[in-house]
């Protein structure tokens, strides 16, 4: 399985931006795939996921109603939209998979690169 997170940037207060994860050996329908972001000086923190059949998605409160999971699967590739940026969103993003939910708050089978998101104020 690999992944790789891509589209980081830097932006403003208030901006938008959308990242993305590629996989590949892995079969969406039996993955689930989870955004985490670790800041500097903080430990890694779940984001969101979202998970097959049924596009199943989870939140943190952090993020609940500002970021979107969302998933490609003829392309294998899951998305981040983000809204509503503050500097508080400030991290490192990663993307990692894992065969269940309940490894997005004890530990994903595989991760890839991050991709960094810096927001200005």
């Known amino acids: 399985v690999q992944l790789q997170a891509s589209g980081g940037g830097q932006v403003q207060t208030g901006d938008s931006l959308k990242i993305s994860c590629s996989a590949s050996g892995l079969t969406f329908g039996s993955y689930v795939i989870g955004w985490f972001r670790q800041a500097p000086g903080k430990e890694r923190e779940f984001v969101a996921g979202?998970?097959?059949?049924?596009?199943?998605?989870e939140y943190s409160d952090t993020v609940k109603g500002r970021f979107t999971v969302s998933g490609d699967g003829a392309n294998y590739t899951v998305y981040l939209e983000m809204s509503r940026l503050t500097p508080e969103d400030t991290a490192v993003y990663y993307c990692?998979?894992?065969?269940?939910?309940?490894?997005?708050?004890?530990?994903?089978?595989?991760w890839g690169k991050g991709t960094q998101v810096t927001v200005s104020s």
């Open positions: 990692a998979a894992d065969l269940h939910e309940v490894a997005y708050y004890n530990g994903m089978a595989f």
């Open positions: 979202i998970g097959w059949p049924g596009e199943r998605k």
